[in-house]
């Protein structure tokens, strides 16, 4: 049988957190052979299916000595040299970095303003393996090897779980959400800790990147940023209307109509400034109300009266017929002397009958 003098695992690939030696089946290991861990690495010996030790970076020499807990189930009925199986897991000690996180589907927020909105979020975080031992028991199992991927996929998970229960607590509403990510990463990143320690995970940092909701929510976003930018809407409705102005073929600001002669120019702009006249007095009746004082628009003309000598109208208020010159009055009331209507049968102050 060939003795195996040297234990070791390099890796290639850069994303393999834990790789068993050997892949496959039990491992044939003599007392004497090397084990060769690397600065980046720790190993967890394993026999009978039980760990025993975790050997740090360094060559270790696999004998009773450096064993202890190996005294009570290795006999040494021949002379130290019998051959014995185990595995060994090489865990990659190192930190991994740019680990990805990201809500598989939307989130229902109850925001303060927008009502409830859908949020999708996403960040990165970085993390390293505290417990060797601890983790190889608790989440790789007898797996042969163990890679980045995989435990990201798994620790993806935890992460949105607490995401989803801290969101509510840190902010309000996703307007609030720009000033917020730091204090949102670190709240995620504490109630995170406890969870990954219980596998032998330390969670180094966490970043939120962004928290984005649908697109018809960021359209209205948009336009309530915008309307926040005109400022005077009223100041704003009467540019546009002069810019819509300019743009009416024959009122200057168009190619078509009678443009481009003196007598179109004329009537093009009479028309445009016509048609602007008309187009701001509107504008300002709907965004102008009376200021306090302001005399109010006059009240409906009363109706005339009748001549009684040619049948003309005339004014309410006037004595004599505009037509005929006839007096248009009936003369003063008898009991508390008003001038009366032409024609009045009663008077309209006292009510006395007319005689």
């Not at 394993?46 to 696999?62: C, E, I, K, S, Y």
């Not at 990201?102 to 979020?121: C, H, K, N, W, Y």
């Not at 909701?213 to 209205?220: D, G, H, T």
Request: charged share 20%.
């Amino acid at each position: 049988m060939e003795m195996l003098q040297t234990v070791e695992w390099r890796d290639t690939s850069g994303t393999e957190i834990v790789h068993r030696w050997p892949a496959h089946g039990p491992g044939t290991v003599r007392l004497g052979a090397q084990l060769t861990v690397r600065e980046s690495q720790s190993a967890v010996f394993f026999r009978d299916g039980q760990a025993l030790d975790v050997f740090g970076p360094g060559r270790h020499t696999l004998t009773s000595l450096n064993l202890p807990l190996l005294q009570t189930i290795i006999a040494l009925p021949f002379g130290g040299e019998t051959p014995f199986q185990c595995e060994v897991y090489f865990v990659n000690m190192r930190t991994f970095t740019n680990m990805k996180w990201g809500t598989p589907s939307p989130i229902v927020f109850r925001d303060s303003e927008l009502q409830f909105v859908r949020l999708r979020a996403y960040g990165v975080y970085t993390m390293r393996i505290a417990d060797p031992q601890l983790f190889v028991n608790m989440v790789v199992g007898t797996e042969h090897r163990y890679e980045q991927e995989t435990l990201e996929a798994w620790l993806r998970d935890f992460i949105v779980a607490r995401f989803n229960d801290t969101l509510g607590e840190v902010i309000d509403t996703v307007l609030d959400l720009p000033k917020m990510y730091d204090e949102l990463g670190v709240a995620v990143r504490s109630r995170l800790g406890e969870d990954f320690e219980r596998y032998g995970i330390e969670l180094v940092d966490l970043l939120v990147e962004a928290v984005t909701p649908p697109e018809e929510v960021v359209k209205m976003m948009d336009e309530r940023a915008a309307m926040e930018a005109v400022g005077d809407m009223r100041r704003f409705t009467q540019y546009q209307t002069a810019q819509a102005i300019r743009a009416i073929p024959g009122a200057g600001g168009g190619d078509g109509g009678v443009v481009g002669t003196t007598a179109g120019a004329g009537v093009g702009l009479g028309a445009g400034l016509g048609m602007g006249a008309a187009m701001v007095g509107a504008m300002r009746d709907v965004f102008a109300p009376p200021a306090s004082g302001q005399a109010a628009a006059p009240a409906a003309q009363a109706p005339g009266i009748t001549c009684p000598n040619c049948q003309a109208t005339a004014p309410a208020d006037a004595k004599f017929c505009p037509e005929c010159g006839a007096s248009l009055t009936g003369g003063a009331c008898a009991k508390c002397g008003v001038e009366l209507p032409v024609n009045a049968k009663f008077c309209p102050e006292c009510g006395q009958q007319v005689e």
